[in-house]
Antibody, heavy 121, light 112 residues
């Protein structure tokens, strides 16, 4: 069974930093592209960023709203994905979901339960 | 960015009756390799989204056959043949043709 478990969320002041983690199980992480998607309270879904798999050299791409502030990384040996968030703004307040793409596919087939990030003074 | 729109934004359905949600994209979601990258998700209250339909019309593992997807190019539809109480939540369409992935605003479905 595919499982994605996020951690690291919490309350942080504007301008601060936070590092989210996602632990994957039930599949071979190195085979899959992985994305982060966020959802502000009571709002819709927003794609945050993507890391490709080992075969495609772990390249990353980000939404314009977070580019230059957020950095995705992964450690397949630890079955883990990370999202380093710097220079946080109040508008970054959201539930952050770790998601998986199907092998060879383009969409998202699995979601974690999410971790809540609140940026507030 | 590709803009996704959905109609209606809310829907109240009698159990056992059909329901239909429309999703439109600002450009064709047909890839040069022949696949169309339109996905449907259901987000139940307090839960993450769950995949229902991938590539327009393919039901994901475990999804009941009362859910079906159709459409081409820029116009897509999710249909529930007979709505059940467990189908309440917010339905989102998503395009994965190009980055950034973009989602529709969501359609909230509840039971009359």
């Amino acid at each position: 069974e595919v499982q994605l478990v996020e951690s690291g969320g919490g309350l942080v002041q504007p301008g601060g930093s936070l590092r989210l983690s996602c632990t994957a199980s039930g599949f071979t992480l190195s085979d899959h592209y992985m994305d982060w998607v966020r959802q502000a309270p009571g709002k819709g879904l927003e794609w945050v960023g993507r890391t490709t798999n080992k075969a495609d050299s772990y390249t990353t791409q980000y939404a314009a709203s977070v580019k230059g502030r957020f950095t995705m990384s992964r450690d397949d040996s630890k079955n883990s994905l990370y999202l380093q968030m710097n220079s946080l703004k109040t508008e970054d307040t959201a539930m952050y979901y770790c998601t998986r793409r199907p092998y060879g596919g383009r969409g998202i087939d699995s979601w974690g339960q999410g971790t809540l990030v609140t940026v507030s003074s | 960015d590709i803009v996704m729109t959905q109609t209606p934004l809310s829907l109240s359905v009698t159990p056992g009756q059909p329901a239909s949600i429309s999703c439109k994209s600002s450009q064709s979601l047909l890839h040069s390799a022949g696949k169309t990258y339109l996905y449907w998700y259901l987000q139940k209250s307090g839960q993450p989204p769950q995949l229902l339909i991938y590539e327009v019309s393919n039901r994901f593992s475990g999804v009941p056959d009362r859910f079906s997807g159709s459409g081409t190019g820029t116009d897509f539809t999710l249909k529930i043949s007979r709505v059940e109480a467990e189908d309440v939540g917010v339905y989102y369409c998503m395009q994965s043709l190009q980055l950034p992935f973009t989602f529709g605003p969501g359609t909230k479905v509840d039971i009359k």
